[in-house]
Nanobody, 126 residues
Framework: QVQLVESGGGLVQAGDSLTLSCAASGHTFSSYTMGWFRQGPGREREFVAAISPYGRNTYFGDSVKGRFGISRDYGNSVYLEMHALRPEDTAVYYC????????????????????WGQGTQVSVSS
């Protein structure tokens, strides 16, 4: 049973920092691409960040470049570091994973990821 569990969401002030964690189980994920998507009120699910197998490369959505970081440890956890948070960052954040070839052409496509967490709410107040 593959399972991804996010944690670390909450309510913060604009300009604050917050780190989300994702613990994956049921498989060894070191060779998997891991990523984060988010979905705000009235919005489509949006690509946030991805990290390639073994952490060799990282990719970010345009709206978070320069503010967010993604990392992974030697085990099955992946992290999203968020800085200079804005009210527009308010959303449910989802952890995701996929195996197979490291196809960077589809990193931003939610349908290419078969494994998803339940999401964690991040709310940023003015």
């Amino acid at each position: 049973q593959v399972q991804l569990v996010e944690s670390g969401g909450g309510l913060v002030q604009a300009g604050d920092s917050l780190t989300l964690s994702c613990a994956a189980s049921g498989h060894t994920f070191s060779s998997y691409t891991m990523g984060w998507f988010r979905q705000g009120p009235g919005r489509e699910r949006e690509f946030v960040a991805a990290i390639s197998p073994y952490g060799r490369n990282t990719y970010f959505g345009d709206s978070v470049k320069g503010r967010f970081g993604i990392s992974r440890d030697y085990g099955n956890s992946v992290y999203l570091e968020m800085h200079a948070l804005r009210p527009e960052d308010t959303a449910v954040y989802y952890c995701t994973a996929r195996g197979g070839p490291d196809n960077y052409d589809t990193y931003t496509t939610a349908g290419e990821y078969p494994y998803w967490g339940q999401g964690t709410q991040v709310s940023v107040s003015s």
